[in-house]
């Protein structure tokens, strides 16, 4: 069980925040050119920065704590995944807070 520790933390995340689109209607899930461009801008930079780091020996994950999926560049599955539910969770807490403060612009809007 502990190979499934951080998919666990994940999933959680991902559950947690879920409830935000469908009570708030955040449309975080429709608006998926949107959600593109935040992997892009912060998910990349933060993936390469860790196969660099990972590469020079700075740091190093558990394998007993991952179901040993291995991409390219030599990160785990869960770390990829990472850089995709965190800006998720915060992309969703955002329009949560859009939501409810009502007429809170922020960014391209006419996909809204």
Known sequence: MRELTYVAMLTFVVVATLPLEVLLRTRVYARVRRFALV???????FVLWDVAATAAGHWE???????????PGGLPLE?????????????????????VKRSWPVGDEEDA
């Open 39 to 45: 992997l892009l801008c912060a998910g990349l930079p």
């Open 61 to 71: 994950f558990d394998t007993s704590r991952t179901i040993g999926l291995t991409m």
């Open 79 to 99: 770390e990829v995944l990472f850089f995709v539910v965190v800006p998720l969770a915060s992309v969703m807490t955002l329009e949560a807070v859009r939501s």
